[in-house]
């Protein structure tokens, strides 16, 4: 079974800095598409990063491009995201994903594994 676990989150004031990753067992990591997701509360699941299953391609959504930075380790079985010049309305459950392919993908639909979880909290 495949297992996805999220750590490194936590709190940090506006303008600081986190770096979150996932643990992945099985062989899904070195073949799928990976992906970082966020839910705040009361608002809708959004993608916020990918990476194909070789590492050579990501892609950010627009709220987080230019600050926050994904990357997969496959000797290590990592997949990580290190944020930075965070600001409150970052604040939000982070979730580990990989998606049934070898792309990453910005729909949840497309998922095949999630993790827990890691929560972020950006003070204001």
């Known amino acids: 079974q495949v297992q996805l676990v999220e750590s490194g989150g936590g709190l940090v004031q506006a303008g600081g800095s986190l770096s979150l990753s996932c643990a992945a067992s099985?062989?899904?990591?070195?073949?799928?598409?990976m992906d970082w997701f966020r839910q705040a509360p009361g608002k809708e699941r959004e993608f916020i990063a990918g990476i194909n299953w070789s590492g050579t391609s990501t892609s950010y959504a627009d709220s987080v491009k230019g600050r926050f930075t994904i990357s997969r380790d496959h000797a290590k079985g990592t997949l990580s995201l290190q944020m930075n010049s965070l600001k409150p309305e970052d604040t939000a459950v982070y979730y580990c994903?990989?998606?049934?392919?070898?792309?990453?993908?910005?729909?949840?639909?497309?998922?095949?594994?999630w993790g827990k979880g890691t929560l972020v909290t950006v003070s204001s």
């Open positions: 994903a990989a998606s049934y392919g070898n792309s990453a993908t910005m729909n949840s639909q497309n998922i095949q594994y």
């Open positions: 099985g062989r899904t990591f070195s073949t799928n598409g």
